[in-house]
């Protein structure tokens, strides 16, 4: 199994950018899908975006063209970078992973929350107006 912890959160402006981090630690040598959801009080966790071991993305509409997800699997950490936040976006960041199996499976639950079964504690990003 694996362990994940988030890191980079904190209060920008509207308009403003901020790159978020998870570091991976455990049994790195398995190949994992992995994703990152959000929650705000009274929305619940929604998907953000997903990445499969080999680099195949996919991400929500209401992100799309304003974050990227990337890896850096050689140093066991994947990163969230949005730029032209609003505050909509204010939530606390989720990162989850769980055993990739294959292109197919990675479509069906790479935005579902029940496709994941290890979780970070969460960062908390805050947009203001």
């Known amino acids: 199994q694996v362990q994940l912890e988030e890191f980079g959160g904190g209060s920008v402006q509207a308009g403003g950018s901020l790159k978020i981090t998870c570091v991976v630690s455990?049994?790195?040598?398995?190949?994992?899908?992995m994703g990152w959801f959000r929650q705000s009080p009274g929305k619940g966790r929604e998907a953000v975006a997903a990445i499969d071991s080999d680099g195949t993305t996919v991400y929500t509409e209401s992100v799309k063209g304003r974050c990227t997800i990337s890896q850096d699997i050689s140093k066991n950490i994947l990163y969230l970078f949005c730029h032209s936040l609003k505050p909509e976006d204010t939530a606390r960041y989720y990162c989850?992973?769980?055993?990739?199996?294959?292109?197919?499976?990675?479509?069906?639950?790479?935005?579902?929350?029940?496709?994941?079964?290890?979780w970070g504690q969460g960062t908390q990003v805050t947009v203001s107006s």
């Open positions: 455990g049994d790195t040598d398995r190949d994992y899908y």
């Open positions: 989850a992973a769980d055993h990739a199996a294959g292109a197919l499976e990675f479509a069906r639950l790479s935005l579902l929350e029940s496709g994941y079964n290890y």
